[in-house]
């Protein structure tokens, strides 16, 4: 099966490399010269101040109580938010951006949420290197669905010059064990992985690297793309690298999973066996896996629980397989919508998890569910 899934990945990118091609030399040059000049800038009623917010929005149902949520959120925190749409809005909602913001950007969906990020940079070129504090977020999230310790509040007491949410792929991903007896007791985790980077719903960066000339001509080369995994590629792990390999930069993040063993750790069996109980998992193996154990575990130790949870987040991302133990335990402030159309089940996991949040918070996140297909399907 793995020699046929390799053998249709070789071909689908040779299928595709022409076009692969042009869009690795021209496209950003398509964008800047063509598509660019449809974009609209309004000005907001906020001032610019010494921190900024650039929020990427892509509002198909129209805005939404959680777009405000957010941007209170960060006008009660000295953050000016410049809001980026990928979609045309509507008058009223454009009123209601421009009220809670400093400047509106609408542009054509080209390079996704870093598309938007670049427009967003471009526009703030003559500031940037005076800014305090820079935020890149987008509406992939529900944030903030807690109270108290949160993102904002670890950047300032970390004082590190790139933050983010979670991390990927830092990680090692061990083979699926076929007996409770092979499941892995120790995880290696290297920051020094090529595709190793901070997930990119969420980023933070300090003066020490505004100020840093290439930190811009990184934005302004940018090769945007319509292609998922490129964007990935150049741009989510792109701009991770940039800073890792620099060298002279700090960075972490909010959950830092090269010490989630040791976290777990911290807690009982029965609490353990509750949380194995909660994770979401999506990927055809990892569900394999958790039913095979299924009518054994119960029986597992605390090591042998701390293990299969290990196997399950290190085979998927931290944010979608553990985001109620994160969220419960950790006051995590962010929730992923995207672990609603996953399939059934993962639907029906996040849906209890959002029916545990404050009721106001909750209020809000299944408004908009009731308005999205896509997030409603499986509901």
């Not at 509106?104 to 940079?121: A, H, K, Q, S, T």
């Not at 509040?153 to 590190?160: C, E």
């Not at 719903?201 to 811009?216: P, R, V």
């Not at 750790?265 to 609490?271: A, C, I, M, T, V």
């Amino acid at each position: 099966m793995k020699f046929f899934r390799e053998i249709k990945r070789i071909f689908k990118q040779f299928f595709f490399l022409p076009y692969n091609i042009f869009g690795y030399l021209f496209s950003t040059y398509f964008y800047d010269f063509f598509l660019s000049n449809k974009k609209k800038i309004y000005s907001g009623s906020i001032s610019l101040e010494a921190k900024i917010l650039i929020y990427v929005i892509f509002p198909t149902n129209g805005l939404n109580e959680f777009h405000l949520r957010t941007l209170n959120y960060f006008l009660n925190r000295g953050y000016s938010p410049v809001v980026v749409s990928n979609i045309k809005l509507k008058k009223e909602d454009q009123e209601k951006i421009k009220n809670k913001s400093s400047f509106l950007i609408e542009r054509e969906n080209y390079g996704y949420d870093f598309g938007g990020w670049r427009d967003g940079i471009i526009l703030l070129k003559g500031k940037l290197t005076m800014l305090e504090n820079l935020i890149l977020m987008n509406d992939s999230t529900w944030f903030p669905v807690t109270k108290g310790n949160d993102f904002v509040d670890f950047i300032q007491k970390s004082k590190l010059d790139f933050v983010g949410a979670t991390s990927h792929y830092g990680l090692e991903r061990p083979r699926i064990p076929s007996k409770r007896e092979k499941l892995k007791t120790k995880f290696k985790f290297n920051l020094k992985s090529k595709n190793f980077h901070y997930a990119s719903y969420a980023l933070s960066f300090s003066n020490k690297i505004l100020k840093d000339k290439n930190f811009f001509k990184f934005w302004k080369k940018l090769r945007l793309s319509n292609t998922y995994n490129v964007i990935v590629r150049n741009c989510e792990i792109g701009i991770s690298q940039w800073v890792i390999k620099n060298g002279s930069y700090t960075h972490g993040s909010l959950i830092d999973s090269s010490k989630i063993s040791e976290l777990l750790n911290n807690y009982s069996r029965e609490k353990l066996f509750e949380v194995t109980q909660s994770l979401i998992v999506n990927s055809v193996s990892v569900k394999t896996l958790l039913n095979k154990f299924s009518k054994s575990i119960e029986t597992f130790s605390k090591e042998e629980l701390i293990s299969l949870i290990m196997t399950v987040i290190s085979r998927q991302i931290i944010v979608f397989s553990l985001i109620d133990f994160l969220i419960k335990e950790l006051n995590f402030p962010f929730l992923k919508k995207r672990l609603l159309n996953l399939d059934k089940d993962c639907s029906k996991k996040a849906i209890k998890l959002v029916q545990s949040l404050d009721a106001s918070i909750k209020e809000d996140i299944f408004s908009e569910i009731d308005k999205s297909s896509s997030l409603n399907k499986f509901i």
